[in-house]
């Protein structure tokens, strides 16, 4: 059976920082690109990073980049997320996703459409 559990999430400061884990099962993560989303309150899903099922593709939001850096863990079929100079509007819900074969760019535009495998989230808070 296919999971997909995410950890990591906390409070922290602004300025401060947390390291997001996605941790999968079933055998999926050699074939599926990984990414995080993220949905803070009263808003929609909107997509924060990427990296490509086979590592050569990383897709950050705006809003993120330089501050957020995506990788992939062989070794523990895991996808990581450090999140540094963390920003009260970085507050929400982070949700790990996985899409077959895909690259970052596309599994960044999946969104809603389609995507194969949702985690079920885990809450960052950034107090100001």
């Known amino acids: 059976q296919v999971q997909l559990v995410e950890s990591g999430g906390g409070s922290v400061q602004a300025g401060g920082s947390l390291r997001l884990s996605c941790a999968t099962s079933?055998?999926?993560?050699?074939?599926?690109?990984m990414g995080w989303f993220r949905q803070a309150p009263g808003k929609e899903r909107e997509f924060v990073a990427a990296?490509?099922?086979?590592?050569?593709?990383?897709y950050y939001a705006d809003s993120v980049k330089g501050r957020f850096t995506i990788s992939r863990d062989k070794s523990k079929n895991a996808a990581h997320l450090q999140m540094n100079s963390l920003k009260s509007e970085d507050t929400a819900v982070y949700y790990c996703?996985?899409?077959?074969?895909?690259?970052?760019?596309?599994?960044?535009?999946?969104?809603?459409?389609?995507?194969?495998?949702w985690g079920k989230g885990t809450l960052v808070t950034v107090s100001s």
């Open positions: 990296i490509g099922w086979s590592g050569s593709s990383i």
């Open positions: 079933g055998g999926i993560f050699n074939t599926h690109a």
């Open positions: 996703a996985a899409e077959q074969w895909a690259t970052a760019q596309k599994l960044g535009a999946l969104l809603n459409n389609g995507m194969d495998y």
